[in-house]
């Protein structure tokens, strides 16, 4: 049993460390869906084409598709704090550097430095949410964070829309790096790895329960016990196809396909993208919970990929949808993509707890090598026709790719292990 003391500071450092990695986790999201509210401003300001827009937005997802298992690999070695540290200093530099700008290049590198730094965040808070929060808990944590995160990919949307009236996509850049740096500064004085490191038991011994076994040996053994069981890859196709999609299209493509397609001005295209993340952020809290209350992954997880698929339907064959309607259909496809969240969760059940790092972040670079193939693919497909206006005909090969891809990813969760919310390991603990 914890002490009085001991439960008030187990309670602020647990929630000390969730806000600053939160919001660090926040800013990664407003950087991932930024350039479809700004697509115009850096077409205009680098004279770049629709495949080069494509390859400077995925410059974020390339860097941050090869990152993901070097995160976990660091995460479960060198500690969370420290690398929300280091890619805070690195995500503040490139945001600095991508609001100076002066031609498609250093905005490249600038993108690039943002991607890199902010890579690993999200890996770093589910090692933090694991040794922070009880296991039975985990999901219902992991949707918390993706709630939380996906408040960056509402400001990228209609606030930063609005904002752009305002000031520059110059301005909004350099204050988002100013903001990263404070960030990390708060990191390396108030984030703590574990309970351990403060003299507290872990969240398991405070259960009565043996705490879970460390891994013994290199790290390049446990990252082979990982990518060696066949349960953990499921999950990064299931990553691939729905991830990659929704992050294509809301962090490029929505917004000009509004735009030239439907006739929408960038704000109601924007609010169109809005509830699209809030779909998926609201989606993601409530299917971790539900999951986590009835024990089951798959269902949910199959159940909601279905309906995401279902909704790329009347985009692509054009329907003329009125403007309510229009809104529900966007916050709906969030809703749907919400279900590969479920796969951290269905990674680090089928993995040893000490290599939850690891088994999250292999599965975490589906998403992401998703959407850095998708981004510019789609962008070459609408490049196809030439013509100064595009119309429907011109998206339509791009929407099909995507559809492709989200059909892609509910194929796969049918070959995710169901878990029931459990450590299928033996040597979880």
Not at 364 to 391: C, E, R
Request: aromatic residues 12%; charged residues 10%; positive net charge.
């Amino acid at each position: 049993m914890l002490t009085h003391t001991q439960a008030k500071q187990l309670y602020q450092l647990r929630w000390r460390a969730f806000a600053i990695v939160g919001a660090a986790y926040v800013l990664s999201f407003f950087h991932r869906f930024a350039p479809a509210a700004i697509a115009g401003d850096l077409q205009q300001a680098f004279h770049a084409s629709g495949a080069a827009l494509g390859n400077l937005a995925a410059t974020y997802f390339y860097i941050y598709t090869v990152m993901q298992i070097p995160t976990g690999v660091l995460a479960d070695t060198l500690g969370a704090r420290r690398l929300v540290v280091i890619g805070g200093v690195l995500a503040g530099m490139g945001s600095l550097l991508f609001g100076m700008a002066d031609s498609l290049m250093m905005a490249s590198i600038g993108r690039l430095l943002v991607g890199l730094g902010v890579s690993v965040v999200f890996i770093a808070l589910l090692k933090l949410n694991a040794a922070w929060f009880h296991d039975r808990h985990f999901a219902t944590m992991t949707g918390l964070s993706i709630l939380l995160g996906n408040a960056g990919s509402l400001l990228a949307a209609s606030p930063l829309a609005w904002a752009l009236g305002y000031t520059s996509w110059r301005h909004i850049f350099i204050g988002v790096g100013l903001f990263s740096l404070l960030l990390a500064i708060l990191a390396q004085r108030f984030v703590r790895n574990h309970p351990g490191e403060v003299g507290l038991p872990s969240l398991r011994e405070i259960d009565g329960k043996t705490a879970h076994a460390t891994h013994q040996g290199h790290w390049y053994d446990g990252l082979r016990v990982v990518l060696r069981n066949r349960a953990t890859w499921p999950g990064l196709w299931v990553n691939l196809g729905l991830a990659g999609s929704l992050f294509a299209f809301g962090g490029l493509w929505a917004i000009p396909f509004l735009r030239d397609v439907y006739g929408m001005p960038r704000p109601e295209a924007a609010a169109h993208t809005s509830l699209l993340l809030a779909g998926f952020a609201l989606g993601a809290f409530f299917i971790g919970s539900l999951s986590d209350r009835l024990g089951k992954r798959k269902p949910i997880m199959l159940l909601a990929a279905l309906l995401y698929c279902l909704s790329w339907l009347p985009w692509l064959n054009g329907w003329s949808i009125p403007p309510g309607l229009s809104h529900s259909l966007f916050f709906l496809m969030g809703l749907g993509a919400s279900s590969f969240t479920l796969t951290w969760s269905c990674a680090k059940e089928v993995n040893p707890h000490a290599l939850s790092g690891m088994a999250t972040s292999v599965v975490n670079t589906g998403g992401f090598l998703g959407t850095a193939i998708m981004q510019p693919l789609v962008g070459w497909a609408i490049d196809l026709s030439h013509a100064p206006k595009h119309t429907l005909a011109d998206y339509q090969l791009g929407l099909s790719i995507l559809l492709g891809f989200s059909l892609l990813g509910l194929l796969s969760a049918f070959l995710i292990r169901e878990t029931y919310c459990r450590y299928q390991d033996r040597t979880a603990g």
